[in-house]
Every structure is written in C-alpha cells, then in structure tokens.
C-alpha cells in the first residue's frame, strides 16, 4: 500500500505564491509518474500539471509559465511552485502518482488534498 501525504496549501493574495509538496511512502519500487490535479468548487477535476519517469512535464494551459511541477527521486516527492496566483486558481488541489510496487504489482494512488484560496 502507497500513501500519498500533500502540503503547503493555504491562503494567499492574487500575485502571490505557494509551495505544495506531495511525499509518497509505503512499498514504493519506483514512481513512474507524478501529477497534481485540482477541484473547484462546482466544477470537475482537472490536470494541472504532470511529470514522467524521464522528467518530462506537462501542464494546463492555464497555468504555463505561472507553475513548475519537478520531483525528488530520492525523496519520492513531488513539487508543485504556483507563482503569480489567480482567484481562478483557488481549489483543492490533489496529488497522484502511478506507482510500481514490485512483484508485478502497480497502482494508481492519490493524496487527502490539500485547500489553496486565492483571495484579496
């Protein structure tokens, strides 16, 4: 079983920044991809960003230029810097990892979610 824990969401004004990160422990073989995804009220859930094994990115439209997905191998830990912030960032935001348990075991995990208010 793979946990996945987030943090460093909060309350912040429109242009400014925040830090998530997302641990994942448990029986971890190896992380194959990283994402973080997030729910407005209201409104489905959406990618926002996603890294690969071979640290490849993508990201929303949204959100390029204004937020860098990166990950720490060792650590099995996930960034997510959102600089620039907009109300219309405001969500819980999930983590999600794939991950590989050995043995020919994989699963698809995700986090508690973690709240980010973007407001004056």
């Known amino acids: 079983q793979v946990q996945l824990m987030e943090s460093g969401g909060g309350l912040v004004q429109p242009g400014g920044s925040l830090r998530l990160s997302c641990a994942a422990s448990?029986?971890?073989?190896?992380?194959?991809?990283m994402g973080w995804y997030r729910q407005a009220q209201g409104k489905e859930r959406e990618l926002v960003a996603h890294?690969?094994?071979?640290?490849?990115?993508t990201y929303a439209d949204s959100v390029k230029g204004r937020f860098t997905i990166s990950r720490d191998n060792a650590l099995n830990t996930a960034y997510l810097q959102m600089n620039s912030l907009k109300p219309e960032d405001t969500a819980v935001y999930y983590c999600?990892?794939?991950?590989?348990?050995?043995?020919?075991?994989?699963?698809?995990?995700w986090g508690q979610g973690t709240q980010v208010t973007v407001s004056s």
């Open positions: 999600n990892a794939n991950v590989n348990s050995g043995m020919g075991t994989w699963g698809d995990y």
């Open positions: 448990g029986i971890i073989f190896s992380i194959v991809g």
């Open positions: 890294i690969n094994g071979g640290a490849v990115t």
